[in-house]
């Protein structure tokens, strides 16, 4: 494939152009994950003393484990996208295989998570089984968990998708110092998810845990 | 490539603090500070890792846009849901 369109003066405008698609692209991506939480932060602040109950149930290990890897596979996408502005292929390709592997790993305690919620019946529904005394707002908090947290795990899942196919165009060689503008997109939308989790986080599992 | 793995140390640490802060009761200061802090990390995560530092002011300028539109949102909505009854009603409202 041809580095550079026909329509860019040079690889340098070409690189800039998509730095600013991206991140108006983001930029949407923002507003939605932002209207979500702001539909989460009314219900909390209606319902303060069901939400922080609710949120207890959420297991504290694994999102802290899970946050931790996230931000371990942001530090190795980082790493890639260095190798690549260097144009040392080989190595690039090891950090995108790791920053895979990662992202998998984090997917995969987040479902044994679902998997959880789902055997003690915390999946909202006609089978929502709550002890506490306030069900319908308890299904609430739930609703607004596993809807946020799925949109993530969604944009998780596009986003390994979208490093094996740039580890499979490394390992043929289509980058180079001077080309590299696919990784760097790449590492913003990774990077994007990441601080999308990074409020997810606190905001859901860490509502009321002083209490 | 240092600078990296600075970032990530920091990130880690700020994580620690969180998760230890939310278990220490401070009232409304705790969702202040559990969001403040996930700011710091997102504000560090974009500069450094999305390399917002070093790009052109034009990708500031965009960057900032999706976050200023986001407070509006906020802003707007927070004025409504959270300041209902925080004024007590017209006197003409009740008469009717």
């Known amino acids: 494939m041809e580095a550079r369109a026909h329509q860019f003066e040079d690889a340098e405008q070409q690189q800039d152009a998509a730095t600013l698609g991206m991140w108006v692209f983001l930029t949407t991506e923002v507003l939605f ?32 484990v899970n946050t931790a890897v996230l931000l371990c596979s942001s530090l190795t996408m980082a790493f890639g996208v260095y190798q690549a502005q260097q144009g040392n292929n080989r190595a690039l390709v090891r950090y995108l295989l790791l920053t895979m592997f990662l ?20 999946l909202p529904g006609s089978a929502f089984v ?61 990077h994007f998810v990441d601080i999308v989790w990074v409020f997810l986080f606190p905001l859901l599992y860490l509502v009321d845990r002083s209490s | 490539m240092r600078i990296y793995v600075l970032v990530w140390v920091l990130l880690l640490l700020l994580l620690g603090i969180t ?20 700011a710091t990390k997102a504000a560090l995560i974009a500069a450094y890792f999305m390399h917002l530092r070093s790009t052109a002011r034009l990708i500031w300028i965009v960057a900032t846009a999706g976050v200023v539109w986001l407070a509006i949102m906020f802003t ?16 003409v409202w009740q008469q009717r």
Do not use: Q
């Open chain 1, 33 to 64: 994950f932002g209207a979500l939480l702001l539909g989460y932060s009314v219900y909390r602040r209606a319902f303060p003393s069901t939400f922080g109950e609710a949120s207890r149930h959420l297991d504290i290990v694994l999102g802290t």
């Open chain 1, 103 to 122: 992202g998998s790993l984090f997917l995969g305690i987040k479902f044994y998570e679902y998997y959880e919620k789902y055997s003690e019946g915390l």
């Open chain 1, 130 to 190: 709550w002890h506490g005394s306030d069900t319908a707002h308890a299904s609430i908090f739930f609703l607004f968990y596993f809807i946020l947290t799925g949109m993530h795990a969604l944009h998780m899942i596009v986003g390994v998708c979208l490093l094996l196919v740039l580890a499979i165009r490394g390992r043929l060689g289509r980058f180079s110092a001077s080309y590299y503008t696919p990784l760097e997109m790449g590492g913003l939308y990774w």
């Open chain 2, 19 to 38: 998760v230890s802060a939310a278990y220490i009761p401070l009232g409304k200061l705790n969702p202040v500070l559990a969001v403040g802090i996930a």
């Open chain 2, 76 to 91: 707007l909505t927070a004025g409504d849901y959270f300041m209902r009854g925080y004024l007590p009603k017209p006197t």
